[in-house]
Structure formats: structure tokens, C-alpha cells
């Protein structure tokens, strides 16, 4: 089968690892990872969170920023035409807008909230990974064919260097996921696994350390 | 088969049209429009731009702002870490750069250039469409699974009603077409079809002439 | 005096009110509001929030949608390079954070967190305007020679009309107060008074009853 | 004479030079140097335009970044609300669009075109940067209390570091030259002249040299 985009040119480069990585968190919240929520239950879902939270410890331990955020509205006047029916409930301080424990007890150094899908449209997220100094970012998260999407699109076209760990995001249904993936690392990022994340995480702490 | 998506609340709204379109066209430019550059020659894209240029004349009809826009670059410096070789020769002035003959025939108010996927992203599109007081915005343009794709998730999260014709966007292949179709038709967008809009732009000039 | 400004153009145009205005806030927090705070004191700060209450009470009955914001940091770690030493010590919870007992008194109906001087900078604040259908921005806060200045100008780049009630934005000393809305009046927004800002609210009010 | 702001924590802190600078040129355009222009003829602004291109020498020498801007419109559909009767006439294309012969010579690496007093709205500059690794922006240009402001601004919310050299940005009149630096001198950047940053610049070269 021929790939059309190969063939005009898609993917032809790699991104890569810069000179200062920052790790991103996206939506890992009971609303997603809480089996009893509406929008829950998903094991692809459950898998990237604990995966994440490894990739967090790896992070901490290589002195590198972690910018987690979750989906919530002051109030309903806060709502974009959302077309998913329990993301209006996700009200800032209900049970659905709490950090999942696993992520929280892996110690994000900010906790934004967010109405939109990426973690960077209406939030500061870029401006403190920029003061950070951060040029590379590592984009984890829920879900894979929504938000996490949102998040590679804006990270790239912040002029950042973007990794995807396949392992750290999760959908609902596998065929999304990866049509997401392939979209995505055709164009914009490198779709990776958590070990590689975490070899390049100590490769920098290493660095840092001879510095 | 059991829809994961529907039965967790994705889709359960209509984002409807609102008070005021406006209609942006994304990347109809020749380096994807022209059968004969790296990127060109995807039949889905040349349909689209074509029936693109009927909504347009639609959407001048009826007083609606049409906003365009091109990928494009001053220099080398000015572009991100695209994956995909041939963005990277759209340095402006060349040729990829040229709106396609059927959109710049077709009268739009404002062609912006861009350099991330979406029309929003690092442009005045937002500013453009807040000044004219647009509510809704119709989104057309090439690729699906890119730029339009950026572009719909921009503009929802900007507030905007989002409505995307089908036929108004292409893809170099179906299966990411109907993919990110049906991803942005869950969550942000209503899915429609260019005769859909069409009608919709009259509506909406009947009413202006009676207000 | 020749006024260069006035002999090479500027302030040749007024804005005017459009079709439908709506209200932001900026900053009437404790940090600035409690003359017992380190940035607090101010006469003119503290008649400004009086006078917005008023303002607020004004809309809320037109039906016009008030966003207010206060500074806030989730952690050290979201602080820009503030040189303002007690900015630092605005971490979310704080008294300093506490929205001025007046403005809350008055329902805002969204109340944002922001990290920058803009209220439309890393924050959902325009979206939250344009899903309203939003036009022209009345701006009332503190402080007139920052995070008011600051906020004027991106109402302004966004394409919406501003108005800016003198009596309802304050400063430390009135000499910055005045040179900033000399500034912003010659460039970007009209500057009105409060009377003047309720007049409009009640125009729209009325006509809205009408349609 | 007490400093009622100085008094309340502002200007407690300094922002300093960072790890790598950037170099920002806001508006030095035929429109404002051309003393036959009609927002042309300061003397401020001559000055500051002829000493820019000496830093911008001495930052091509330390391989620094230079991005810089116009303001042009594509159309007059492009424009928001300005009071500034001239600027709608700043066409794309017009001689006033122009960048001054002296910038010009001294070679941005980009240059954008913007619509709104920042450097950075509306336009990828803050991309540019980023992918560049800057942390610090040394910001020249004109006018002080309208563009160069907004741009100082803008630079701070993203999380940079900035440095304002006062010989390198120029007004129409003294007195808002001065309240403008002194407005962001106490909140968000270093007010320095030329020589110094040249001084920084250099000592960047050398650094980099031995890396």
C-alpha cells in the first residue's frame, strides 16, 4: 500500500531532543480516570496515568518542570459550545476536576485549569515553560484524539520540539489513538515510548550535572 | 458495535449556527492545490477547493467576512520544527505560497499568512472575525488532518460555534479524513455539508435585510 | 502647547459603542483593595472599586456579562519575572487573592485567575466574551498604569471596541493614571466616565427589550 | 517626594540577563521615520532608529536573533479600532509599510508584519524566539507609549526576560517616553541603554565561543 504522505514528503524529518526538556500532564483527572465518572472507564486511559506518573518521577529526579493541568469552568458562563455532554459539569471544586491521586502524589510543580482542549490556549503554560528556559516538551495525557491532540498542536507551533510517548497518552477506542498518533508524528512531534522519555530525561540530568 | 464515545456523553450537544458567521479558508494554496507540487495532486483537496470557491461567492452574497490565509514564511528562521520536508520551501514569495486561482477569483476580505497549522495560531484571524462580530465560523480548507484540523480546534476554543462543511475540506487519504471528521464532530464542530452552509448563509441574509 | 500626538493624527478616530458591550474587572483584590496589604492604600484604587460596584450593578441588570480576574500564582513556579516584590506572594488562596468583598457582592459572572497583566493574557477571557456575542469592552480595575494598561491593550488587539470609565480604574499617583489613559485615549479605547458607561448599559438594555 | 510605589514593593526586584538573548525591532517603518510621513518627524525616534542598528550589529556579531516588525494591513477589513487616523492608511505594500533603509541594512533575520501595538500579537514572533532558545529579549522600536509598550508587556507575560534600552526606543514627546519606562521599569524590565546591552551582548559571544 502506498503511504501518500511519505511519498509528498510528510515525516521526512525528526524532531528531537533540544537542550532543556519540560513534561506536560494533561487532563488526568477524575473526570477521565475514575472508573464511576461519566466520561471514565477507559483502560487505555488507566495505563498512560500510571505510566505517567513513572515518567513524572523521572522528570523530578532530572530537575526537569512538570506543568499539569485539568479541564474546569469558574461557572457555566465559562463553557465553550463543548459537545460533550459531562464536560459542562466539570465545574472548578466537583469530584470530576481533581487531579487523579497517582499524578498529584507524582508532584506537578503547577496544576492549571483550562476550558479548551489544549493545556496551552488560555492558561500560562507556555509562559513558564519559556521561563523555564525549556525548548523540548514531552506531551502526556488524556484523551489521545482530543485534548492531548490539542496539546501536540499548540507545543509545535509554539516553536517548541515536541516527544510523544505513545504509552503515556490513552483514548477510548484504540483506532482514534492512532490515527491521532500517525497524524501527529507526521507533522509536528516524535511519537516515542516512556523509556526513551526517561533515557533522555537521565541523559539531560547527566548533562546538567557535568555543567 | 458499541460506540464508546456516545455512550460516555461524546456528541450529546448541536453547536448550531449562532447570530453572525464568518467563513475561513484554510491553505488553499498552490504547494497543496497544484497537481504538480510536492505536496499537491490529492483529488479530495482539488473537489474541496472547488466547492470552497461556491461558498465563498455565497458568503459575499449574503455580506459574510471571508477570511483566507496561506502557509508561508519570511525566512528559513521564521519556521518551526515541521516534520514535513516541503513546508519548508513555502518561504513567501514562491510559488507554493500563491493562493489557489479559484479562492483568489472567489474575493476574500483578508489573506493572512500563517506559520502553524492553524489559521489562528500567530495570525490577526481572531481579532478579524471579533471586529466584524461573527459568532460562527464555517471552516474550509486543506489538509483535514492538519491545518483544518488545528484550525477547528482554534476557533472552538476561541468561542467560536464551529461548522464544517465536508466537502469544503480535503485530505491526501479518506481514512484520516473520516477520522478527524468524526474526532472534531464529537466534541467541537457540527459536521455538515457545503449545500447545508450554503442555505445557512441565505438565512442569514434574509434576516440582515429585514434587521 | 503644539500636542504632536493630535498634529500627527492620533485620537482623529473615536470607537463608539457597538451592538452589544460587555464588562471586565481587573484586580480589585485584597492585594490592593485592604490598605493593610503591602500594595494596598490607595485612595483612588479603593473609589475606583466603589465606583465599578455601581457599574457591575448597572450591567448585571442590562443583561451584560461581567468577567472580573485577580493576580494569583498556583506555586512559585507559574511566576513571570515580576519585579513587583509582593506580586510574588499572591499564591492562589492567599488573602491577597480574595476578590474585593464589593466586587464580589456585585456577581461577577466569571472570576479568572491570571498570572500576567492582562486579564486576556493565559486566560479563557476572551473566548468567554466572544461566545457572548460580545463587541465592545468596558474596562474598569486596578492598577490604571499596569494590569488596566495592559488589559486595555489586548481588548483593543483582539478587535474589540473599548471604553474605559475614568472614575473606575485607579493608581497609586495620578500622574501615571493620567498619562496611561492619555496614552490608551489617544490610540485605543474612548475614555468615558461611569455615568456615561451606565447610560450605555441602559441603551443596550432597552433595545435588547425591543428585539 | 515619597515613591508611594517604590514604597508598596515595585521595582524591589531586578530581572537581569538570562542564558540567550534575542533582539526585538518594533515599528522602525517609513511611517514613523520618514520625517515627511505623517506620524513622521521625531527627533526621539530618529535617533533611537539609528542607534537600533548599532545593536543590531553587535547582536548579528554574537549570533543573537533579530526579529523584526511593521504594522500592515493586508486590507482595510484587517484593521482594528484605531484612533490613530494614519495607521489605517498602512497598507501592505504602501511606502509606509516600509522598514527603515538603516534596519534594513543591518539584516533581521525576520520580519513580520503586525496589526496590533505588540510585536508578539497576532504575529509568531514569540515562536521564533522560542525555537531559538531565547530567555531574554532586549526590546527596541517605536513609539515608547504605544507599540514599544505593549511589546514590553507582551515579552514579560511570556515568561522572558526583559531589557529596554532607553536610547533605542523613541516617542513623538519626552514626557510619555518617560512615564512609559518608568511604568514598566518598576514592573517588568530592566530600563538600560545601548552600551549595555551591547556590553551583554558581547559577553553572550564570548560565553557562547567557549561552550
Known sequence: MVDLYAQRGYGARKVGFGRKPGLVVVDFQAGFTDPAAPMGGAPMVDAACARTADLMRAA????????????????????????VGPVHDLITGTPGTALDPRIAAAGPDVVLTKTAPSIFFGTPAG?????????????????????????????????LRVQVPEDCVGDHDRAAHDQNLTDVGRRYADVIDAEAAIAALETFARQNDRA
Open 127 to 159: 509562559a513558564i515553560l519559556t521561563r523555564e528556559g525549556v525548548d523540548t516538551v514531552i506531551v502526556t495525557g488524556c484523551i489521545t484524539s482530543g485534548c492531548v491532540r490539542a496539546s501536540i498542536i499548540d507545543a509545535f507551533s509554539l516553536g
Open 60 to 83: 523530578k529526579a532530572a530537575g526537569v518542570p512538570i506543568v499539569a493541568c485539568v479541564i474546569g469552568f469558574d461557572s457555566p458562563a465559562a463553557v465553550p459550545h463543548w459537545k
